[in-house]
């Protein structure tokens, strides 16, 4: 079984909508990040967290926001889509400590109409 | 100015050559260095850090300049399973934060 998992791995919705997007992780690891891709711009940084009680914006946090259920999960939600969020999303853990290596789960692919 | 900058490519390459990226990156207080491969639409990994040292690993070299500020991977006999999207990557705010240049492609041909 995969170390992070993301679920839905593709979703199309419609301007306006609220969704959701779930990230689950069995590496036991305190940090993790939310990331979306897109085409020529890399991997931007939305929200990271340390630990449950700990929440921290990335670069792009406008119209998202997130939940640290417990330390194995992390939710990004997008309280109202627009067709600019259309994008891959990545969820990511990491131990504080050398390599400071990141590990990612498989990508949701996201679609607003 | 983007944290990290690399060339887009493609790169396109034969068989068994020899090809080398580099990267830039803006904050001269970064603190680590790290080379992912993505292949398309799916998550990146890590292929290697980078030390001031220098550090290699079978076909693949990673070099860090921190008095220029860039870092480079060369990919020697190339292979088409090399054929990726190659991302730079910089840990930096106290080793807090990520930041991922846009990636450089590789297209290795028979």
């Known amino acids: 079984d995969a170390d992070v998992t993301q679920t839905p791995r593709n979703r199309i919705t419609k301007t306006g909508k609220r969704i959701m997007l779930e990230c689950s992780q069995t590496k036991g690891h305190d940090r993790m990040y939310w990331y979306r891709q897109d085409p020529g711009l890399g991997l931007r940084l939305i929200y990271y967290s340390f630990d449950v009680k700990d929440i921290n914006k990335g670069e792009i946090s406008d119209g998202y926001s997130v939940s640290r259920q417990a330390q194995a999960k992390f939710s990004l939600s997008l309280e109202s889509a627009i067709p600019n969020q259309t994008a891959l999303y990545f969820c990511a853990t990491s131990e504080p400590g050398q390599p400071y290596e990141q590990y990612f789960g498989p990508g949701t692919r996201l679609t607003v109409t | 100015r983007k944290e990290v900058e690399q060339d887009p490519g493609p790169f396109n390459v034969p068989e068994g050559a020899t090809v080398a990226f580099n990267c830039t990156y803006s904050?001269?207080?970064?603190?680590?260095f790290f080379w992912y491969r993505q292949d398309c639409r799916k998550e990146p990994k890590l292929l290697m850090s980078v030390y001031s040292s220098g550090n290699e690993d079978g076909r693949f070299t990673a070099q860090l300049n921190r008095a220029s500020q860039y870092i480079s991977l060369l990919i020697r006999d190339s292979k088409l399973s090399d054929s990726a999207t190659y991302l730079c990557?910089?840990?930096?705010?106290?080793?807090?934060?990520?930041?991922f240049g846009s990636g450089t492609k590789l297209n290795v041909k028979p």
């Open positions: 904050n001269s207080a970064s603190q680590s």
């Open positions: 990557v910089v840990n930096s705010d106290n080793f807090n934060k990520f930041y």
